[in-house]
């Protein structure tokens, strides 16, 4: 997974065919989002390899069945993107939405969270809506 901090208004913008951070605004307007390059299938069919996505950084907030992207406690090398089930002892429990291709909590635990998915910028631009929303 590839992280770029930006301040952005969020639009899709190609480099050479790859999805980039989107268009930079000036320092007054800084908006807490991060674009996350989506790597491996554990999120689908929600999300692709290859997906660009518009993270919401911070913990607050965040509801079980949301998109989150986060660090596993006991793989703080590893940034993931993955969804939310509930809060546990340990930090948050979360699942991939593939069930025959992930490694998630059942592998590595409580995980803290980053930030929460809002949009899929590139290639197929959707907001993600929250359960129950």
């Not at 952005?8 to 930079?24: K, Q």
């Not at 307007?29 to 790597?39: F, G, N």
């Not at 390899?49 to 911070?58: E, F, Y």
């Amino acid at each position: 997974m590839i992280e770029h901090d930006i301040t952005c208004t969020p639009y899709l913008v190609e480099v050479n065919g790859m999805p980039a951070p989107p268009p930079c605004l000036p320092p007054a307007a800084r908006w807490p989002l991060s674009a996350v390059l989506v790597t491996g299938p554990s999120m689908v069919p929600t999300l692709r390899h290859g997906d660009a996505v518009l993270v919401r950084r911070g913990d607050r907030g965040i509801r079980a069945g949301d998109v989150v992207v986060a660090v596993f406690r006991s793989r703080p090398d590893l940034l993931v993107v993955k969804r939310a089930v509930g809060p546990i002892a340990e930090g948050w429990w979360l699942v991939g939405d593939n069930p025959l291709i992930t490694d998630d909590s059942r592998a590595y635990g409580g995980a803290d969270i980053w930030g929460r998915v809002v949009a899929r910028y590139w290639p197929r631009p959707r907001l993600l809506r929250r359960p129950g929303v």
